[in-house]
């Protein structure tokens, strides 16, 4: 972990905020693909 210590604080920021993204990117596609699978769900039953 010396290699983040020696990082100057702009660039240990960016990083920070890259795998902010990252994660929140992440989260956002589970979000959706649930969401469709709940839809698909609910529409089959009250097809059925």
Do not use: H, P, W
């Not at 972990?1 to 990252?22: D, W």
């Amino acid at each position: 972990m010396a290699f983040i210590k020696n990082m100057k604080v702009g660039r240990r920021l960016g990083v920070g905020f890259a795998l902010v993204l990252l994660l929140l990117t992440a989260v956002g596609c589970i979000g959706v693909v649930q969401s469709s699978r709940i839809y698909a769900g609910t529409r089959a039953i009250s097809e059925d």
